[in-house]
C-alpha cells in the first residue's frame, strides 16, 4: 500500500454546509438513476426498448437476479441499459419477506432474540443485542459488567467474521475466486469459536435482555489467542494478495463513488459513509456497553469508491481485534448476566431442589415478564452500518410493535446512484461493496 | 444538547403546559427527545430541523394501536390516533438524535411524503405502506416493497391475523 492508499484513521467529522446537502438532494430527487417501474412492467417490457416520444433514446431492459450468483442471495435489479452502460435502476426486494416483524409481535420478550437473530445472518450477534438492549432500556436494567464485556468479545469476533465473509463473497464477484475459500476457511475459525461459546456457528440466541446466556467456557481465553495469531497473519497474506494487484484495483477504485453529502441524504451508514471520509461511528459517536473504556481507530476513505469500501472492512477487522484484545486484558469477574428475579430464570441446580424455583422457571420460560409501557429506539453499529431497534411496549409480555431498523435495507438505496452511467460488469462490484445481507433487507 | 436521563419516572403528569419545539410538544422518555406532531405539520417539522442539522434521516416505520390500551406517553394535549409514523432523525455534529412520533387517523391514514426532504426515505415508506396502509402524499414510487405486487391487504396492522399452516404429520391420514 502507498501512503494515499491507505485508508485515514480517527478523521475529524467533516464540516458540511446546509447547500451542498440541498445540492446533493436535488441531484438524489432528480429521477436521473432511479428507475421507477412496476415488477409486472419490468417482466413484461424486459428486452429492446424503441426511443419514446419523451425523449428516452433506445435502450434495454434488463432484470438480473432475483437468481444471480453476485447478487448476494435474492436481490433483483431492474436495469436500463444503453449497449453495455447503465443508465437507470431498480433495486426490487422482498422474495425473503417472511414477516418476522409480525412475527415478534407473537413472542415473548425472551424469545425475540431467536426470531432477530435469523435476520441479518451475516452478524446475528447483532440483532441480539439491538433487541436486548432496547428491552433492557424499558426494564430499566443495568447489565452486570463482565456481560458488557462477553457481548463486547462476542460482537467484535462477529465484526471480523462478517468482514471475513464479505472479504470472502466481494473476491468471489470480482473474480478473484482463490479468495472466496480463504475468506471461508478464516471465517469457519471464528464460528467455530461461536460454537464453542454459544452451542451454534450461526443464529446463536447468546445475547439475551439481561445478559447473556451461559459465561464463556473453560478456556476461551485460549481460543481467542489463537484467533488473534491465525486471523492477522492470513490478513497480511490477503493484503498482499489483493490489495496492491493492478486487476483488483482496475475493477475497484473509481468505481460506485458517492459523496458524503448523498450519503448523508439517503440515510446510508456504516463503511459506505465512512469511506466518503466520514467518520462516523456509532461505537465512537454514541458509545453502548463499554466502547468508552477501549482505544480503537474509526477507519475512513477518501474517495467514496468500491476500493475504499474494501480497504475500510480490511482495516476494521484490525480495529476490531485491537478490541477483542483489549476484552481479553480487562474481561472482569462477576455475573453474566442480571440477577433480577423478574428476568432472570433460576440456575439449572436449583430446579432440582426447589419447588419454587421450578416454578419460577416455568412462568418465565411459559408466561415471559411483563415490561413496562414505552416505546424506545436503540442502534448499535453492526458491520453493515446503523441497526437499530424500535419496540413499542404495551406492558405485556410481548412486544405491541417491533420494528428493526436494517442497515443493508436503507443502503441498498445507494445502489442506483452509484451504478448510473457504470459498465454491467462493474454493478457486480458495487453491489458487493455494499455487502447486502437480503435476510435483513426483507425481514 | 445530549439529555442527560433523568430518574423521574416516564410521562409523569408535568403541570402546566408541555415543552414545544418548532410548535411540536415534546416529551423525554427515558432521556430520548421525542417530539409530536400531525400530519398537517408533520413535513414543515422534518424540514424545519433538517436546517437544525439533524441531517440524517436514519428510520422510519408505522406503529398501529388499534385495541391498545396502554398508556402510550403522549402530552395531554396531543389527540391519540390509530396510526403512528414514527421518524428518527439523526444531528451527527452535535451527536444527538430525535424521534417524531405523527399521529396518523385510522379512517384516513394519509400523511405527506418525506421524499423531497430526505430521499432516504422511499423505502421505508414504501415498507410502511406495504406493511402498514398508511398512505405517502407525492411519494414517487407508492408501490408495494417486500410483498407480491398483487397481495390484498396490510399485514402489519393489528386486524389483520397473522394467520397458521396446520401442522402436517407424516404418518397421520389426510381425512381430518
Redesign the interface.
Given at each position: 500500500m502507498t501512503a494515499t492508499d491507505t485508508p485515514r484513521t480517527d478523521a475529524p467529522?467533516p464540516v458540511?454546509d446546509?447547500g451542498a446537502?440541498d445540492a446533493a438532494?436535488a441531484r438524489?430527487?432528480s429521477?436521473q438513476a432511479?428507475l421507477?417501474m412496476?415488477?409486472?412492467d419490468a417482466e413484461q417490457l424486459s428486452g429492446y426498448q424503441g426511443p419514446t416520444e419523451e425523449g428516452l433514446a433506445d435502450r434495454m431492459i434488463m432484470n438480473m437476479g432475483p437468481v444471480h450468483p453476485s447478487t448476494h442471495g435474492v436481490l433483483r435489479l431492474v436495469l436500463e441499459m444503453d449497449g453495455e452502460t447503465v443508465l437507470r435502476s431498480k433495486p426490487v426486494?422482498?422474495y425473503l419477506?417472511t414477516?418476522m416483524?409480525?412475527?415478534a409481535?407473537?413472542l415473548s420478550y425472551l424469545q425475540g432474540p431467536t426470531n432477530v437473530t435469523r435476520m441479518d445472518y451475516a452478524s446475528p450477534l447483532f440483532n441480539e443485542l439491538a433487541f436486548s438492549l432496547a428491552t433492557e432500556?424499558l426494564l430499566?436494567i443495568e447489565v452486570p459488567e463482565r456481560a458488557q464485556w462477553i457481548r463486547m468479545l462476542m460482537t467484535e469476533l462477529n465484526r471480523i467474521s462478517s468482514h471475513l465473509l464479505f472479504m470472502a463473497t466481494n473476491g468471489m464477484d470480482i473474480g478473484a475466486v482463490g479468495m472466496m475459500l480463504y475468506g471461508w476457511r478464516e471465517r469457519e475459525e471464528v464460528l467455530r469459536f461461536f460454537e464453542m461459546v454459544t452451542g451454534l456457528r450461526m443464529n446463536h440466541n447468546y445475547i439475551r435482555p439481561g445478559g447473556v446466556a451461559a459465561d464463556l467456557p473453560d478456556g476461551w481465553r485460549d481460543e481467542v489467542r489463537s484467533l488473534l495469531e491465525v486471523i492477522p497473519e492470513r490478513l497480511e497474506e490477503w493484503d498482499t494478495l489483493l490489495t496492491g494487484q493492478p486487476i483488483w484495483r482496475e475493477r475497484l477504485q473509481g468505481v460506485g463513488v458517492i459523496t458524503t453529502e448523498e450519503a448523508?441524504?439517503?440515510?446510508?451508514?456504516g463503511p459506505i459513509l465512512r469511506s466518503t471520509g466520514?467518520a462516523?461511528d456509532l461505537r465512537r459517536?454514541?458509545p453502548y456497553l463499554r466502547y468508552d473504556d477501549v482505544e480503537f481507530d474509526v477507519v475512513v476513505g477518501t474517495y467514496g469508491d468500491c476500493f475504499d469500501r474494501y480497504a475500510i472492512r480490511l482495516a476494521e477487522m484490525y480495529e476490531s481485534m485491537k478490541i477483542v484484545r483489549q476484552c481479553l486484558d480487562k474481561m472482569p469477574a462477576g455475573d453474566y448476566r442480571v440477577q433480577d428475579k423478574k428476568v432472570t430464570p433460576p440456575p439449572r441446580a436449583r430446579i432440582d431442589e426447589s419447588m419454587e424455583a421450578l416454578i419460577h422457571h416455568f412462568k418465565i420460560f411459559t408466561e415471559g415478564y411483563k415490561v413496562p409501557?414505552?416505546?424506545?429506539?436503540v442502534?448499535v453499529e453492526s458491520p453493515r452500518g446503523?441497526l437499530?431497534c424500535?419496540i413499542?411496549?404495551?406492558?405485556t409480555s410481548k412486544p405491541?410493535?417491533m420494528?428493526v431498523?436494517a442497515p443493508s435495507?436503507?443502503n441498498?438505496?445507494t445502489l442506483p446512484h452509484m451504478m448510473r452511467d457504470s459498465f454491467l460488469a462493474d454493478t457486480v462490484a458495487i453491489i458487493s461493496s455494499v455487502d447486502p445481507i437480503m435476510g435483513e433487507v426483507?425481514? | 444538547m445530549t439529555d442527560t436521563p433523568t430518574d423521574q419516572p416516564e410521562a409523569a403528569p408535568a403541570p402546566g403546559p408541555t415543552e414545544q419545539l418548532h410548535g411540536a410538544y415534546v416529551t423525554r422518555p427515558r432521556g430520548e427527545l421525542v417530539l409530536h406532531t400531525v400530519p398537517a405539520e408533520y413535513l414543515g417539522l422534518v424540514e424545519q430541523l433538517r436546517t437544525d442539522g439533524y441531517w440524517l434521516c436514519v428510520d422510519l416505520c408505522a406503529v398501529d394501536y388499534l385495541g391498545s390500551s396502554a398508556d402510550r406517553g403522549l402530552p395531554a394535549e396531543v389527540e391519540p390516533q390509530r396510526f403512528e409514523v414514527v421518524v428518527n432523525l439523526l444531528d451527527p455534529a452535535s451527536r444527538s438524535r430525535v424521534r417524531l412520533r405523527c399521529q396518523v387517523p385510522g379512517d384516513e391514514p394519509v400523511v405527506p411524503s418525506l421524499f423531497a426532504v430526505h430521499p432516504g426515505t422511499e423505502a421505508p415508506e414504501r415498507e410502511a405502506f406495504d406493511l402498514f396502509g398508511v398512505v405517502f402524499e407525492g411519494h414517487p414510487d407508492p408501490t408495494r416493497i417486500l410483498l407480491p405486487e398483487d397481495w390484498e391487504g396490510h399485514p402489519l396492522r393489528r386486524d389483520a391475523d397473522p394467520g397458521r399452516i396446520p401442522v402436517q404429520f407424516k404418518a397421520a391420514s389426510n381425512s381430518r
Open positions: 467529522a458540511l446546509l446537502l438532494r438524489l430527487t429521477d432511479v421507477r412496476s415488477e409486472h426486494m422482498g419477506h414477516g416483524e409480525k412475527q409481535e407473537q432500556t430499566g448523508l441524504s439517503l440515510g446510508a451508514t466520514m462516523w459517536d454514541q409501557e414505552g416505546e424506545v429506539y442502534a446503523e437499530g424500535y413499542v411496549s404495551d406492558g405491541m410493535r420494528h431498523r435495507f436503507v441498498l438505496q426483507d425481514r | -
